[in-house]
């Protein structure tokens, strides 16, 4: 059974780097797609980006200039960074791993998901 | 960029049927994917790909995809199905996951 875990500080301040970490146990990220999601309070949830172990990233158009994605399969973890925070970034942010099969991609394991607010 | 428009809120009393939609354009030429998501948990996937129902999940839920709109069909509604329901397609053209704004189900 695949188990992810977000961890990372819970209080970012306004154009600082927001940075979390995913633990991935019961898989090996050197295979399928594994993404980061995020959901602000009361609101929907939006996809941030993905990556591959082949090192194939894809990012929200509407963020991919302040964000990356990136692996390291030896501690079976991924991270995210998200750079010149504002408020519209405080959201909860999960972990996932996304299957790609038969022409689409969806997420079938997520992490617990992680609170982050960005406040001086 | 692609657009999932859904119903912000559904209403329905138990034991009848819930249909919740997933508007898109030309969305039955998609594989859709629904979620549902209780307070304050993670969204947990119950159909993807259009109809396959995940396992563990009751016969109840079904969904269906044609046209403009996806469907995702509750029968025999509990209070236990009480939830926020996301459709997830993925935009091959941007590469890009999109997910509708979300709809919650009230069982009255």
């Known amino acids: 059974q695949v188990r992810l875990q977000e961890s990372g500080p819970g209080l970012v301040k306004p154009s600082e780097t927001l940075s979390l970490t995913c633990t991935v146990s019961g898989a090996s990220i050197s295979r399928n797609y594994w993404s980061w999601l995020r959901q602000p309070p009361g609101k929907g949830l939006e996809c941030v980006g993905f990556m591959h172990s082949s090192g194939y990233t894809s990012y929200n158009p509407s963020l991919k200039s302040r964000v990356s994605i990136s692996g390291d399969a030896s501690k079976t973890q991924f991270s995210l960074n998200v750079k010149s925070v504002t408020a519209a970034d405080s959201a909860v942010y999960y972990c996932?791993?996304?299957?790609?099969?038969?022409?689409?991609?969806?997420?079938?394991?997520w992490g617990q998901g992680i609170l982050v607010t960005v406040s001086s | 960029s692609y657009v999932l428009t859904q119903p912000p809120s559904v209403s329905v009393a138990p034991g009848k049927t819930a249909r919740i939609t997933c508007a898109g354009n030309n969305i039955g030429s998609r594989r859709v994917h629904w979620y549902q998501q209780k307070p304050g948990q993670a969204p947990v996937l119950v159909i993807s790909?259009?109809?396959d129902r995940r396992s563990g999940i009751p016969e109840r839920f079904s969904g269906s995809n044609s046209g403009n709109t996806a469907t995702l069909t509750i029968s025999r509604v509990e209070a236990g199905d009480e939830a926020d329901y996301h459709c997830?397609?993925?935009?091959?053209?941007?590469?890009?996951?999109?997910f509708g704004g979300g709809t919650k189900l009230t069982v009255l």
């Open positions: 997830q397609v993925w935009d091959s053209s941007s590469d890009h996951v999109v």
């Open positions: 790909y259009d109809t």
């Open positions: 996932a791993r996304n299957l790609n099969e038969h022409g689409g991609m969806y997420s079938d394991s």
